[in-house]
């Protein structure tokens, strides 16, 4: 693993200007959740409408990564655990649920031995089941530090969706606790996978569309107007943060960083919460950035949980444009070039990008590969998260050093 060095006084610094940027943001109460020493705690929910489970198990391919699927909600049950058939080097071994009832179902459905199967109570105890080398943590953002250290501690390697952390404090608590385990640490990016982002990165290294000029991204939602931060934990500021730039905004976020190959020099933000809609008591409707790259390039992002659904990137330069629509989706990516060079691109199924990150990590675990995403990419963006709700604070440009961090 690439590392960075970290010390106390830095996780302090860090936690309190973290804590003061997004609370100062958001200027709202927390939430009414299950608590574990000040932090948020997992609990177990009922299973998600409309899962469907395999009718029997598949059987594990020899030399295959073992993973512990911690979290078993909508996104793991209907994108990922399915994903796991088409995977050469990774298999489901273990299940952490708080639901014992969900639990027991999906275990039966994928095959997964009784002893397998841990409550958040029982987690500690993977450590001790050899069946297991990796952990997939698809929890709440509020919640992958604790889980993540705590798999390191237990000895196994770690897949952690994105975003990778509430603060970057805690992303470098994660990568501290994988340093000292010598165990790999991996963000689930899957566009990094998934083979139209891929040829679009190569484009934009080859100069596609000449010297960038300007890139517009916008990752829209509408979400159901009953939800409430009790049900929906999206909406929950202890453990989804502002809301949606770390749920969705964080792809257009990273669309910029890897069509541009820039970091940004400064950032400006505007954020948005209306009054009296209990959906966003505690988190922001939408918020919009303005990015600035050293060669001049600006990066304009917009995201939402209340408009009309849009997945968009793209990408205007001197002699051309790129334009992606959707361009992070799970399928159904369209692509095509115009200007100097025009053209359409159809690059197959886009959903092997969950099975390819997948075998990416396990490639990694096997065979000593480098990371392509790994927990210091993680803690980039979540320092450019933090800056753009500090500029959305303060009304003004923040401006920022090569690593992401805010200047003092």
Not at 6 to 29: N, Q, W
Not at 351 to 378: K, N, W, Y
Request: with cysteine.
């Amino acid at each position: 693993m690439t590392g960075i060095n970290i010390s106390r006084r830095r996780l302090i610094e860090l936690g309190r200007a973290t804590a003061s940027f997004t609370l100062a943001a958001a200027a709202i109460p927390g939430p009414v959740l299950a608590q574990t020493g000040g932090r948020p705690g997992a609990r177990g929910r009922p299973m998600p409408a409309n899962v469907s489970l395999p009718s029997r198990p598949t059987r594990p391919r020899p030399g295959s990564v073992g993973y512990a699927i911690v979290g078993l909600g909508d996104y793991a049950l209907k994108q990922m655990m399915p994903r796991f058939d088409r995977s050469q080097r990774s298999h489901i071994a273990a299940l952490v649920s708080g639901n014992p009832e969900k639990l027991a179902r999906v275990g039966d459905a994928y095959g997964v031995p009784e002893d397998a199967r841990y409550s958040y109570e029982q987690y500690d105890r993977i450590a001790a089941d050899r069946r297991i080398e990796a952990v997939y943590i698809v929890l709440p953002t509020g919640l992958h530090a604790d889980f993540a250290v705590r798999a390191f501690a237990a000895g196994k390697h770690v897949l952690c969706e994105k975003p990778m952390a509430l603060t970057s404090a805690d992303c470098e608590r994660m990568i501290a606790a994988a340093r000292r385990a010598d165990r790999k640490l991996m963000i689930a990016y899957r566009v990094h996978f998934e083979p139209h982002n891929i040829e679009a990165m190569a484009l934009m290294q080859r100069r596609a569309v000449g010297n960038i000029r300007f890139v517009r991204t916008e990752q829209l939602s509408r979400t159901d107007p009953s939800s409430t931060p009790s049900e929906n934990w999206r909406i929950s500021r202890t453990l989804a943060g502002g809301g949606p730039l770390e749920d969705y905004g964080i792809y257009g976020l990273q669309s910029a960083l890897y069509l541009t190959g820039e970091m940004p020099e400064s950032i400006t933000a505007t954020a948005f919460r209306p009054a009296n809609d209990p959906r966003f008591t505690e988190v922001f409707a939408s918020v919009a950035s303005q990015l600035r790259f050293p060669s001049g390039a600006v990066a304009q992002l917009a995201t939402s949980y209340d408009a009309h659904g849009s997945n968009i990137a793209h990408v205007l330069g001197d002699t051309g444009a790129l334009i992606m629509d959707p361009a992070t989706s799970y399928e159904g990516h369209e692509m095509r070039l115009e200007g100097r060079e025009r053209r359409s691109f159809s690059l197959g199924d886009p959903t092997v990008q969950f099975a390819g990150q997948l075998d990416h990590l396990s490639d990694a675990i096997r065979d000593g590969a480098a990371i392509r995403t790994p927990g210091e990419m993680g803690l980039r963006d979540v320092r450019l998260m933090e800056a753009i709700y500090a500029a959305a604070e303060s009304g003004r440009a923040v401006r920022l050093d090569p690593d992401g961090q805010m200047r003092r």
